[in-house]
């Protein structure tokens, strides 16, 4: 029978509990909403550890507009029903006070790792990430943790943290799941009209692309990041909020050519597709979806 633990203290003594039987415990982050996506590392989880925990917390302090905090969705029945079916052992629903009591001054940061990507246009984001992460660790005591390789800046920090702050759990990266035309599956894509659905498409198609000029010999940082910019460049809706190549391990720029694994990380951003009136029946008018992507390109 699943459990839902809402206080940390309880949760912390179900994991020794577990952990004193030999059992191993894996944690599974999420901030509800959950979907396929999410399930895959559930499932993950499950086939790495004895018992799963499942984590909802929507992370105040990895949004950098309260506005999106605010309507971030949270159906937690639903997301309960997911869980229950998908195996899960705990659910662990923290009150934000349990996580940021008043007066919270303390924060787990990144360096280097966390300013590049996403991090040069969220100020703060990954800063936020790692210490509701850090909090997470904390509570669950968990003996591996799974986060998905479609966020890789974010598994990258995390695995840097877990490292760095001796936390002795096991970072494992989940691959990322796909719509049937390539989309990365993401809680947000139901935010997109059907025009920017169809346009969003070309965020894979341009890691296929970069991917087949590799195998045909290019090696070209200049010539591969051209192609993939003008691929993308055919989502009118969207504008570009990076596209690069990068080392996959320190996330550095690659200069010239592409020699060993080689990280392409993108981010599109969508603004409200209104031509089909869509977002004005779901009350989204005036809403942008920020869809990311990546695929570690091997020469
Ligand atoms: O990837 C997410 O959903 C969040 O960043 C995480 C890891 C649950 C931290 O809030």
Redesign the pocket.
């Known amino acids: 029978m699943m459990l839902t633990i809402e206080s940390r203290r309880e949760l912390q003594a179900w994991s020794d509990g577990e952990r004193a039987a030999g059992r191993c415990v894996a944690l599974v ?3 509800g909403a959950l979907h396929a996506g999410h399930l895959s590392l559930v499932e993950t989880a499950r086939l790495r550890a004895d018992r799963v925990v499942v ?1 909802i ?1 929507v ?1 105040p302090t ?1 949004f950098n507009d309260s506005k999106d905090f605010d309507a971030y969705p949270r159906p937690m029945e639903v997301d309960l029903a997911a869980c229950r079916s998908a195996g899960v052992d705990v659910v662990w629903a923290p009150r934000a006070e349990e996580l940021y009591p008043a007066g919270a001054a303390s924060w787990v940061d990144v360096e280097g790792l966390s300013e590049p990507l996403c991090g040069g246009n969220r100020p703060g984001h990954f800063r ?2 790692t210490t ?2 850090t909090k ?1 660790f904390l509570a669950a005591r968990p003996h591996v943790a799974v ?2 390789e479609k ?1 890789f800046q ?1 598994l990258t920090v ?1 695995r840097r943290m877990a490292e760095d702050l001796g936390f002795g759990i096991e970072i494992l990266g989940a691959p990322t799941l796909r719509e049937s035309d390539g989309l990365a599956l993401w809680s947000r894509n139901v935010h997109l009209g059907a025009k920017a659905r169809e346009q969003a498409i070309r965020i894979f198609e341009s890691l296929a692309l970069a991917e087949s000029l590799l195998a045909r010999g290019e090696r070209s940082t200049a010539t591969i990041l051209e192609a993939v910019h003008k691929k993308l460049g055919e989502a009118t809706l969207a504008s570009i909020d990076y596209a690069e190549l990068r080392d996959p391990a320190s996330l550095e720029l690659i200069a010239e050519a592409v020699e060993g694994p080689t990280l392409l990380a993108i981010a599109l951003q969508f603004e409200p597709d209104r031509s089909v009136g869509r977002d004005a029946a779901e009350g989204l008018r005036g809403e942008r979806v920020r869809l990311i992507d990546n695929r570690v390109l091997i020469p």
């Open positions: 982050p999420t901030m984590s917390f992370n990895q936020g990430v509701v992460v997470l986060f998905g966020d974010q995390i």
